[in-house]
C-alpha cells in the first residue's frame, strides 16, 4: 500500500493521510525499507515504502475509526455497491461513519481514498460517498458522489451522480446506453469498465483488495475474518498447522499442540481450532478440546493472525490490525514487527499497519520516525488529526529511549487528558446519595 486517505469520516472532519512512502529526506534504516515499482510510459518508477507503521491515540480518539475506514472500503470494492441488507456488515451502518458533530460537515461528501501497486501498476481509487439520515434513524439517502480511478497516475474514469468520463467519452447515468443500469448506490468500477481492456485490471483490483488487503477491525471476529481473507492455497488445513506449529514452538505457548480441524456440519465444512493435551496417567494418553475452552486471548489470536502474517511475507500483502498489542506481550510484538525489517524473510516485501497503547518495544526494534504516527483529538469540536513523529524537529528526537519518554510527558500530544481520580469520587458520592434514597424509601415503606 501507498497510502489512505481520508476525510469527514467519523471524527476525522479534514483531509488525513496515512502515507506508507518512506519520507525521502530521512536515511536511517533505509535498508529495512521495501520497495515496489510500476511501469509508467515505458519508464521503470521505483517506490520506497515503509515495511511496518503503528499509530498511537488514546481512547476513542480515532485510532479505530482509521481502521475502520479501510475495512468500509474493502467492504465496499468487494461488493461493488455502497449499501447492504445484512446487519451485521459494516456497510449497514454507512449513515452513522460521516462527522457528527457538525451538520454542515455531516452534510458534505466522506471521502475514501487508497493507492497501492500490485504486478506492476499503480491503482488509485478515490470514492466520495453522500450519506445521511432524515429525520429518523431508519430513513436514509445513500449516493456515490464521486468515483474515480488511476493507473499509473493517469486518469481512467470520473464519475459524479449524474454522469461518467471514460475513455474520452461522456455518458449520462441512467439515459445513455450502458449507463442505464447503474444506480446511485452501485460502482462504475463494476459496469464497463471491467468488460474490454480494462478487465486484467478490474481483476488485479479485486484480487489485491480480497487477498493482498487484510484488515482486522474486531479482534473478537478475528475468526471470520481469517476465513473470509486466506488465499486458497491457506485453505489447506495440513498447512495451516504447519504454521502453527511453528509459531507455537518458538513462542513457548506450552506442550499442547493446537490445530484446525474440519467439522462437517449440515451448512458444510467448517473449521475449527482445537487443543491437544498429553495427561500422564491418562487411559487415551490425552484429551481434545476446543481451543477456547483452555488457551489464552494471546494464544487463540497469535494463532489466528499468524496465518495473515505468513502470507504477508510471503506474497507481499499489506496487514492492517487494530489494538495489535492487545493480549501479546511487547517482546512478542517487538518478533514480530522485526520480521518485516528482515529482507531476506520479508521476501514478498509484505507491510504490517496496527494501532497501539503502548511504546515500550520501540527501542527494540529498526524504527524510523516516519513509521511512527500519531492522533490528537481536539476536545472543543471532537475532531481529530492525524500526524507524524517525523513532522517534529531531529533534535527533539535522538534515541527511541527519548521517544518514550517525551511521549510519556506528552511532548507529542495523543495522550488522554482526564483527571480520573476526581471523577471516580464524583460518581462514588452520587452513588451513595442514590443508595441512601433507595434505603430511605424501602424503609419508609416498611
Known amino acids: 500500500m501507498l497510502y489512505f486517505n481520508i476525510k469527514n469520516f467519523r471524527v476525522f472532519n479534514e483531509e488525513t493521510f496515512l502515507d506508507l512512502r518512506a519520507n525521502k529526506r530521512k536515511t536511517k534504516y533505509a535498508e529495512n525499507l521495501i520497495t515496489k515499482d510500476y511501469i509508467k510510459k515505458k519508464k521503470n518508477i521505483l517506490e520506497k515504502l515503509l515495511p511496518y507503521s503503528v499509530i498511537y491515540g488514546g481512547n476513542a480518539s480515532g485510532k479505530t475509526s482509521i481502521i475502520k475506514a479501510m475495512a468500509l472500503l474493502r467492504n465496499i470494492i468487494l461488493d461493488g455497491r455502497i449499501y447492504s441488507d445484512n446487519p451485521q456488515e459494516i456497510l449497514h451502518s454507512l449513515e452513522l461513519f460521516p462527522y457528527l458533530h457538525d451538520y454542515n460537515k455531516y452534510i458534505e461528501p466522506m471521502k ?43 486518469e481512467i474514469y470520473f464519475r459524479n451522480s449524474t ?149 504477508s511475507l510471503l506474497n507481499g500483502n499489506t496487514v492492517v490490525i487494530d489494538e495489535f498489542d492487545s493480549s501479546l506481550h511487547f517482546a512478542l510484538i517487538k518478533e514480530i514487527v522485526n520480521l518485516y525489517t528482515d529482507n531476506e524473510i520479508n521476501s514478498g516485501k509484505g507491510q504490517i499497519i496496527f494501532t497501539s497503547h503502548n511504546p515500550i518495544f520501540i527501542p527494540l526494534v529498526k524504527i524510523r520516525r516516519d513509521q511512527i504516527y500519531f492522533i490528537e483529538k481536539n476536545s472543543d469540536n471532537y475532531s481529530s488529526s492525524l500526524y507524524s513523529l517525523s513532522d517534529f524537529p531531529s533534535e527533539d528526537v535522538r534515541t527511541s529511549e527519548a521517544f518514550i519518554k517525551n511521549y510519556l510527558d506528552g511532548k507529542y500530544g495523543a495522550l488522554p487528558s482526564f483527571d480520573f481520580k476526581s471523577e471516580i469520587k464524583k460518581a462514588l458520592l452520587i452513588i451513595k446519595r442514590l443508595r441512601q434514597d433507595v434505603e430511605k424509601n424501602a424503609a419508609s415503606k416498611a
Open 112 to 154: 475514501l481514498a487508497i493507492g497501492f501497486i500490485y504486478k506492476k501498476k499503480k491503482y488509485e481509487f478515490v470514492l466520495k460517498i453522500k450519506c445521511m439520515l432524515r429525520e429518523e434513524y431508519f430513513y436514509a439517502d445513500r449516493e456515490i458522489f464521486e468515483e474515480q480511478l488511476f493507473i499509473n497516475d493517469e
Open 163 to 311: 454522469s461518467v468520463i471514460f475513455n474520452g467519452k461522456k455518458f449520462e447515468i441512467g439515459k445513455d446506453e450502458g449507463q442505464e443500469h447503474i444506480t446511485k448506490e452501485e460502482l462504475f468500477l463494476y459496469s464497463q469498465f471491467k468488460t474490454g481492456k480494462y478487465n486484467a485490471d478490474f481483476q488485479n483490483i479485486l484480487y489485491w483488495f480480497r487477498f493482498h488487503f487484510v484488515v482486522v477491525d474486531d479482534i473478537s471476529n478475528l475468526r471470520t475474518t481469517v476465513e473470509g481473507s486466506l488465499p486458497p492455497y491457506l485453505k489447506s488445513i495440513d498447512l495451516r498447522n504447519k504454521i502453527i506449529d511453528a509459531v507455537t514452538n518458538l513462542s513457548d505457548f506450552g506442550p499442547q499442540d493446537i490445530f484446525y480441524r474440519v467439522n462437517a456440519t449440515e451448512g458444510g465444512n467448517s473449521t475449527e481450532m482445537r487443543a491437544h493435551y498429553n495427561i500422564k496417567g491418562h487411559p487415551k494418553l490425552g484429551i481434545d478440546t476446543p481451543a477456547i475452552n483452555t488457551e489464552s486471548t494471546g494464544t487463540i489470536k497469535l494463532v489466528n493472525i499468524a496465518l495473515f502474517l505468513v502470507d
